[in-house]
């Protein structure tokens, strides 16, 4: 799977990556990535290849795909159960280390109302405990929407270094699957920040949500500060946001 996706980061469209050092520097188990998320499963891939490159000693690159042969396999990610069983191909994604988990809030597209199954909470936990475990907190590939606070609990749980990570560019690059490559020349990019420092024990559940959502630059004050006008401007600048080989 590394062979067949590295293309999409590193021909038909570039990747910039910031913060390879940092993936050498936390613990081999017991670590959250947080992040935004714009497709189902092109965020997650990307994250692989930088995450696996920057443990073979890459600085902020993922050329010469030689670290795919010994790659770290306990990285795992969280998903929806819907959306893993949807297909052969979806299962297979799901075999090569997804959590899956029910929804408390969509399925099939549809609000429901369930109540959370401790099961999926353990399965995260056990993640956790041996490896390193990849999360959308939002939990829908839409942009500003409220993150979950079931995020919080299992950080307060499980008392994870949380890691946030930004990413742009995936959206314009590929249709929300993630699988087809919808435009060429996109530039991509992927933010690893420091760990964040959370007060496990005495922080509340509002407060560290709101710091996860400064940290993946999701927060509504993000919105407030900009006007509308050139935000819509800076998606227009975005859409010819492109790379040329020098």
Known sequence: MGIVTHQRYKGFNKLEIEG??????IPETNVLFVSNHQTYFADVAAMLHVFNASLHGRDDTIKNIGYLWRP????YYVAAAETMKKSLLTKIFAYVGSISIE?????????VTRQVKMSDITNIGL????????TF????????KPLRKGTAHIIKKYKPLVVPVV?????????????LIKKKGILQSIVIKE???????????ESIIEKLEYAIEQHPSFLKVIPKEELLAYAERHKKRKWRAP
Not at 20 to 25: A, H, K, P, V
Not at 167 to 178: A, E, L, T
């Open 20 to 25: 390879s050092d940092i993936i050498r520097e």
């Open 72 to 75: 770290k396999l306990n990285i």
């Open 103 to 111: 929804r408390t809030w969509r399925a099939e597209g549809q609000d």
């Open 127 to 134: 993640a956790l405990n041996d490896g390193w475990v990849i």
């Open 137 to 144: 907190p939002q939990g829908t590939t839409t942009p500003w």
């Open 167 to 179: 990413i742009d560019g995936f959206r314009r690059s590929f249709d929300k699957k993630g699988l």
């Open 195 to 205: 760990p964040l420092e959370i007060d496990y024990d005495n922080e509340s559940v």
